[in-house]
């Protein structure tokens, strides 16, 4: 149990599992890690780096707190069970930002870039029931084990490289394409012989799929089509530009539904002394048949009828994913703290898109306020004056220091310029520092020059 001082006494001794009263402990073993003293270990001048424990509290901490939340986790809808998870892991996070235990929650994730714990747990709960759920109709479920025929049965797909004039070998040729636009998805193929087109079958699939399942989708019906048509008796050759489709379906223990119904019809085809060979296309290169299919898969986006399709884990991670960062941001617009660091990152958003940005003590404290600057110490009454030594009636804050505090004039030209070049006039906005991988770069320099001589 995590529990501070205070609770520990006042708590231990009436809590209760199944019987067994819960010990406080100073170390416990996670999956053959044992956690202990992270706060000893990672301190804000030394220990393990910013981007260590920050590690540690994604790959260690978070799938402990998160342990079983299936099952408890709709008790997070009361916000005082939130409000302990959130203290709990505030107090980790601290430690990856290397910050002052008086810096407020929403600074503290903001800086962090880790979403309050109890958002992240309601959210992926959802995420789990809406991944779980595949109705039978979908053509592209997963089998079960026993559904699936036997590996004996299966064999991979018989390749061959795409060339010029690779069609005099095979009389029929069909190519495939998916594609997405405008949000919608399309596939079609188009079937060759003797040069001569014949046949062209165009589908719609859910708006949600993507387009790796439209080309999977598109060399299924290929070849089913194939299997339909019995007067056709010879050597079939289907192109497709989809590299990941072709080896998904050269993958003879897939339990995806449509591969495993593909890998029958081509059993079928061979039982009737049908080969059917693949081929990889480069898209837009100008091959015809290509250009052909993938005309007819933009078309086919138009069609009203959709072909029932599983909706990926890719899409509902991208929905998992939007819900946590719009309602972290709400969290943080919302709340009266944190305003200097709203200086720096105006939204989560912006946060997130600063991938160069790692926090460490020096520019947690810049970011923060809360640091080695007079109107904070002044503040818990360890220094006598909140007022800069550069002049007497300005007060020492984080922003005088990064922008005006004549003290460091000659450390802040190599910032100045660099901002120039972008086109950024001085003063910039505070998120300019931290916006862009070079401003970023030139600001964490200026603060590492002018840190020790603050006073
Ligand atoms: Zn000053």
Request: charge should be positive; include cysteine.
């Amino acid at each position: 149990m995590f529990l501070e001082k205070r609770e520990k006494n006042a708590l231990t001794g009436y809590l209760t599992l199944n019987g067994f009263s819960l010990d406080c402990v100073k170390e416990l073993k996670y999956l053959g890690v044992v956690l202990d003293r992270l706060n000893k270990v990672a301190r804000n001048s030394f220990g393990i780096k910013s981007n260590v424990s920050s590690l540690i509290y994604k790959q260690g901490i978070v799938p402990f707190i998160c342990y079983g939340s299936q099952i408890w986790g709709s008790a997070l809808k009361k916000k005082i069970y939130c409000r302990l998870l959130r203290k709990i892991q505030r107090r980790i996070v601290l430690r990856v930002i290397s910050g002052y235990r008086t810096i407020s929650y929403e600074a503290v994730f903001a800086i962090s870039g880790f979403p309050p714990i109890d958002i992240f747990i309601i959210r992926n709960n959802e995420f789990k029931i809406a991944t779980k759920n595949c109705t039978n109709k979908c053509l592209d479920g997963s089998l079960r084990v026993s559904e699936l025929p036997h590996p004996s049965e299966r064999f991979p797909l018989n390749l061959v490289n795409y060339r010029k004039n690779i069609e005099n070998n095979f009389p029929v040729v069909c190519f495939t394409d998916g594609s997405k636009i405008n949000t919608k998805v399309g596939l079609a193929f188009v079937i060759f012989q003797d040069f001569i087109e014949i046949g062209t079958r165009q589908f719609r699939i859910s708006d949600e799929c993507s387009v790796f399942q439209a080309e999977l989708l598109c060399i299924a019906q290929a070849v089913s089509w194939i299997c339909n048509n019995e007067i056709l008796s010879s050597n079939f050759l289907i192109c497709s530009d989809s590299l990941s489709s072709l080896c998904a379906l050269n993958n003879i223990y897939s339990q995806n539904k449509l591969i495993v119904k593909t890998h029958i019809n081509l059993n079928f085809l061979r039982s009737r002394g049908v080969q059917v060979f693949f081929s990889f296309v480069r898209g837009h290169t100008g091959i015809y048949g290509n250009e052909r299919a993938d005309w007819l898969a933009k078309e086919a986006t138009k069609l009203r009828d959709l072909v029932p399709m599983s909706i990926p884990k890719s899409y509902h991670k991208k929905v998992f994913k939007e819900k946590i960062i719009s309602e972290w941001n709400n969290l943080y617009q919302i709340s009266i703290n944190a305003h200097l660091t709203k200086e720096f990152f105006p939204s989560i958003q912006s946060r997130l898109k600063a991938k160069h940005f790692h926090p460490n003590f020096k520019l947690t404290q810049f970011l923060t306020g809360h640091g080695n600057f007079k109107a904070y110490l002044k503040h818990f009454n360890l220094s006598l004056t909140d007022q800069c030594s550069c002049s007497s009636d300005t007060i020492q804050n984080a922003k005088h220091l990064i922008l005006a505090c004549t003290n460091f004039s000659s450390e802040r030209c190599t910032l100045m310029k660099c901002l120039q070049k972008n086109n950024i006039e001085w003063p910039p906005p505070l998120s300019a520092f931290v916006d862009g991988n070079s401003s970023f770069t030139f600001f964490c320099a200026f603060i590492n020059s002018i840190f020790p001589c603050i006073n």
